[in-house]
C-alpha cells in the first residue's frame, strides 16, 4: 500500500522525508518497541512502529529495509534521530495516537 | 650488504624516535655464550655446535679478551691445530658498544664495520650481552608491531574495495551507543554497491547489527571486520573482553546479562547471538572468560550468471 496514504490513516505528521518516498509501498507493519524482536521478523519492506524515540529505531528499521519509521504515543523524535533518517534516507513520522490506536488504524487501511 | 637496511635519514619520524629511544641494553642478547683464553678450539667448537653460535667472546670473571669466530675455527681445523688455547687465535681487539647507547649507534656500527656481532660493555666495563643484527630486527619487529597497534588503535581503518572483493573494519567502543549500529549501516551500503540480492545484505545486515550491538552492550570494545567477494560474506566480530563463561547459554533465546538502560534503548533481550545464527549460512563462536570472544559468520552468495565480455576483449583469432 502506497507509503503516504498509509501515514495518512494513522494521522500521521510527516517529519522527513523525500518525494520519491512518498509513494513507495509498505506491505507490511511492524509495531514494535524492541529493537531485539524487529531483528528477527522476516518481513519485506514493512512500515515500523514503535514508541521507541531513539536513533536506534532508525538504525533497526534501515538494517531490516523497512520502508519509514512511525513514533507513535505523541513522542517527538529528537533532532539526532530526524538527522540520522535524512542521512540513511529514511522516512520519519510521528502521530499523537497511542501505539494500539495507530496499529488498529494501519491495520484497516491495509485491509487486514 | 648492510645486515640492517636502515637509513637513518629516510625513514618515517615515528621509526627514527624508536631507534633512539630504545638503548642497546634493549636489543642485546643477554644470554651471553663465552668461553675462556685457555679453552681449546675443540671446546669452542663443540659449544658453537651446542649453542649454535658463530662468534663466542673471550671473558673471564667480566672482562674481555676478544672475539673467537667460525672462520677463526675453520682456520684452525685447516691448519690441524684445534688442541691449541682459543687466546692464539681469537681477535684481541675488540669493537664493542656500550649499553646505554641509542639504537642508532649500534646500527650505525654494522654499517661502519665489517663485523656481524658487537659485545655490549656495561659501565663497569663488563661484557654483559651481545648485539647481531638477529637481536636487533627481533626486537625492532616487536616494537614496530606494537607501535603499529597503537596507531591502527586511533584511525578508522579505511574500506579496502575492488571488484573481487572488499574489506573493512570497524572498531567498536564500548557503550558507545550514540554510534552502535553505524558499522552495520555502511557495510549494508557497501554491499549495496557490489550488487548483492536484498535478501541477503538484509541476512548480513540484520547479523552485523546485532553483533555491533553486543560489541557495545557486553564488550570491552572490539573490530568488527566484514570481508565481501563474489563467493560469501563474512563478519567478523572481536573482542578483548570479558568473554562468555557459559557458551551454550548465552546462545539461547531471551537469555541476556543486559542491565535495564540497555533494555530501555531497545535492545537487550537475549536475541542477539541467536538470531545472528538464525541470518547466517555458517556461525562460530569462541569465547574464554578474561580473555574475550570471537563470532564468525558467512553468508553465502549465490553464483552469478556469466556477464557479457566488456568491450575490451581481444579480436576473435578466426577472423584475423
Redesign the interface.
Known sequence: MNLKTLLAAAQAQILWADPSHESADALHVVAADLMSDVLTMDLERPLLLTSLATEQAVRTAHVVGAVAVLVANGKTPPPEMVALAHKLGLPLARTALPKFDAAVALGKALGC | MNPIPISAEQSPLLFLELLYKLRVRDVMARDLVTIRRDATMRELQRLMQARRVSGVPVVENGRLFGIVSIEDLLQALDAQRMDEPVANFMAASVVTIEDDMPLAIAISYFNKYEYRRFPVLDARGEAVGIVTARSINTRLLVELFRELARIENQYVLPLSENASCSFQTFRVARSD??N???A??EI?NVLQKRGID?KI??RV??A???LEMNLVVHSDGGTLTFRADEGEVQLIAKDQGPGIADVELAMQEGWTTANDWVKS????????LP?AR?VSDEFHIASEPGQGTTVTVRDVLPPRPLQKRSKNRPPDRRRV
Not at chain 2, 531497545?266 to 542477539?272: D, K, L, N, R
Open positions: 551507543f550514540e552502535a549500529g553505524s552495520a549501516t549494508k536484498p545484505i538484509r545486515a540484520i552485523a547489527y546485532e534503548l531497545g535492545f537487550g533481550a537475549g536475541m542477539g538470531n538464525r
